[in-house]
């Protein structure tokens, strides 16, 4: 059973930092692209990073480009994504998921991600 669970949200300030963790299980990293999501209150949800399977390219989104990392610990089966100067922008339930099929997905297309964790409040304010 595949299984995505995302942990280390919580209130931050303005310029303050979070990592947060999404663990997997039910499926072995090594062969899945892993993306970062959020949901603000009245929005759609909005890629926020992804991490190719085999080569581990990457991919941001401009307003986090500079200041958000994405990283993948196979062994711990294990992705991250260290936020760094965070923003009230940036206030959102962030999610993990992977895509239904990683050849011709895009990070900005959440429809094309099939298994999604049950997300975590990432909260950046005074």
């Known amino acids: 059973q595949v299984q995505l669970v995302e942990s280390g949200g919580g209130l931050v300030q303005p310029g303050g930092s979070l990592r947060l963790s999404c663990a997997v299980s039910g499926f072995t990293l090594d062969y899945y692209a892993i993306g970062w999501f959020r949901q603000a209150p009245g929005k759609e949800r909005e890629g926020v990073s992804c991490i190719s399977s085999r080569d581990g390219r990457t991919w941001y989104t401009d307003s986090v480009k500079g200041r958000f990392t994405i990283s993948r610990d196979n062994n711990r089966n294990t992705v991250y994504l260290q936020m760094n100067n965070l923003r009230p922008e940036d206030t959102a339930i962030y999610y993990c998921?992977?895509?239904?099929?990683?050849?011709?997905?895009?990070?900005?297309?959440?429809?094309?991600?099939?298994?999604w964790g049950q997300g975590t409040q990432v909260t950046v304010s005074s």
């Open positions: 998921a992977t895509p239904i099929l990683e050849y011709g997905s895009s990070c900005q297309r959440a429809a094309d991600f099939g298994s």
